[in-house]
């Protein structure tokens, strides 16, 4: 038998490779297909079945695609209704795949047809649990996520008590979990670094698994701390319960080359969005007007989420040369699936071409530093998370949250100069360009972010608050 987890960071995501005597399961892939199929075909050996944990919300999986290609079934646990050809297994019910045999626990409480695979080895040992978004290192899955009619967060809340205590913590100490998430997602609040753990482990170390706790302890402990979730992901829970494009019809969508010309044209005859995916420190030197910049090596897919309210809007991409399938590929993991072209050459070929360009006037810590001391009073915006700045932030500043734009341009005086950063310089680019896309022309970027700041031991610093979540 041969577990493998395949792990992608952007996404804070992991999908899991289950082997034995030639037979295969996958569990909640990503939309692209290759991974998986190369990984099989190594072993010569056949994926028989997909196992879904939910219908995920951060990301389009790769179900349909893989069973298209490979014949396999796809597999959901108790009261799931998809819109496609699927297994819904009942509770307890076992699937054999070659040696070994995957168990079905439906675990409702992140959502309701939430279910954790139990893998029993060859020699009828319960060795290893995936948890999709029902537990993960440290943390639980959040229950605000599949809200109709009486099924409040409480209420899912409490049933994940119920899953919790009596599906899973009953099995074995030694049982290696492994979650459908790390840190770095927005399905948990406050997850550990660390990939994959063992249930004793966690009984004693993560908050959520306290013997001694009362299920009104842990509802109020597992809503405390939760923000909104981002935008997109109702539609990609939808999409993942009804269906979706095939992934190679989305790639060749987007694989469209453009010159210069034709991409200036296509600017001006449609209602489309220039995502520049460039490094935002290469951005800021020059890019064209109103276009949007999301970084690809950042948290890249998550943030188009956040970002974009129109999960149809037709996109073209400005990015480095040879990196356009990359990014048509990572605005597919959650549902973007209208990118309609790219800049071919990329931003040098609009440079060249002597199109107009716009920048950002970025400035160093130490000069910001330098302007703080002549004025005090300087308009700082922190466009962190609320919950990163309410656990130390610089005196003085403004919280206006990325993940919030529209309400934290509001906190902006348009005609007067604010000084705008980050964590690092990533999210505070990100936020200069949609406002100037907006028309707002005085804002600076500071660069380095919070972290360059704090090092030059020049501001005031609120009292450091251990922070209760990371939404």
């Known amino acids: 038998m041969q577990i493998e987890q395949i792990y992608t960071g952007c996404l804070a995501q992991g999908a899991y490779y289950i082997e034995s005597k030639g037979e295969v399961a996958i569990i909640d892939p990503l939309r692209e297909t290759a991974p998986y199929l190369e990984r099989a075909a190594k072993s010569n050996a056949k994926i028989k079945y997909v196992f879904e944990t939910h219908f995920h919300a951060d990301f389009v999986s790769g179900h349909l695609d893989l069973a298209h290609e490979t014949g396999a079934v796809i597999v959901y646990g108790p009261t799931a209704v998809p819109g496609f050809a699927a297994k819904v297994a009942a509770d307890n019910e076992v699937f054999i795949l070659g040696d070994v045999k995957i168990k079905v626990l439906h675990t409702p409480g992140h959502t309701m047809e939430s279910s954790c695979f139990l893998l029993i080895d060859e020699n009828g040992k319960e060795s290893a649990i995936f948890t999709g978004d029902t537990l993960f290192i440290g943390d639980v899955g959040r229950p605000d996520l599949a809200q109709k009619g009486a099924v409040t967060q409480e209420v899912l809340a409490g049933y994940l008590y119920d899953s919790l205590r009596n599906k899973i913590m009953i099995l074995p100490d030694d049982l290696v979990i492994y979650p459908g998430h790390g840190a770095g997602s927005a399905c948990g609040k406050n997850m550990s670094n660390e990939k994959r753990d063992i249930l004793g482990h966690q009984k004693e170390n993560n908050y959520a698994l306290r013997a001694d706790m009362t ?89 188009v989420g956040t970002l974009i309210p129109d999960i149809k809007q037709e996109i073209l991409i400005v ?31 609009w440079r060249n071409r002597g199109f107009e360009i716009d920048k950002i006037e970025s400035i160093s810590p130490l000069y910001f530093v330098s302007l703080y001391e002549k004025t005090p009073n300087i308009l700082m915006l922190d466009v962190r998370k609320k919950s990163e700045f309410d656990t130390e932030h610089i005196l003085g500043t403004v919280n206006g949250p990325l993940d919030c734009v529209n309400e934290s341009m509001l906190k902006i005086n348009k005609e007067e100069k604010t000084y705008v950063y980050c964590a690092g310089g990533y999210r505070s680019v990100i936020f200069i360009s949609i406002l100037k896309a907006r028309g707002y022309q005085n804002l600076i970027n500071v660069e380095g972010g919070f972290a360059s700041l704090k090092e030059t031991a020049q501001f005031e610093l609120s009292e450091y608050s251990t922070p209760v979540s990371m939404l």
């Open 215 to 303: 299920r009104e302890e842990f509802v109020t402990e597992v809503l405390n701390g939760l923000m909104p979730p981002p935008a997109y992901f109702p539609n990609n829970a939808m999409m993942n319960k009804a269906g979706y494009d095939s992934f190679k019809d989305v790639i060749q969508r987007g694989l469209h080359s453009l010159n210069a010309d034709n991409f200036q044209f296509t600017m001006q005859e449609r209602e489309v969005l220039v995502l520049d995916t460039r490094d935002p420190k290469i951005f800021v030197e020059g890019f064209i007007p109103s276009s949007i910049n999301i970084g690809i090596d950042g948290n890249f897919a998550p943030w």
């Open 319 to 349: 990015a480095d040369p040879g990196r356009e399938q990359e990014v048509i590929t990572r605005l597919a993991r959650v549902g973007y699936d209208f990118a309609v072209g790219f800049l071919d050459g990329g931003f040098e070929s």
